[in-house]
């Protein structure tokens, strides 16, 4: 299994900010790996699990701050 996580701020305020860049890979990775997918909340955080060829993949995205994200 492979995990990617992509680090962020929570909140609109954020959004399109150097601080969710993050976010933003993960998202765009999200729509191209796994299309129509539905986030769950765990981990303290947003995941997407999906299949890249034979291999098992997870997307999170934490919903702590930057500086708390390894609460997730």
Excluded: C, Q, W
């Excluded at 790996?33 to 098992?56: C, L, N, Q, Y």
């Amino acid at each position: 299994m492979k995990l990617i996580v992509g680090i962020g701020n929570p909140g609109v305020e954020y959004d399109r900010t150097r601080h969710n860049v993050g976010f933003e890979v993960v998202d765009r990775l999200a729509r191209r790996i796994a299309p129509g997918e539905v986030a769950r909340s765990r981990f303290h955080g947003s995941t997407i699990e999906t299949m890249d060829g034979d291999e098992k993949v997870m997307l999170l995205k934490p919903t702590t701050y930057v500086n708390r994200s390894g609460e997730s």
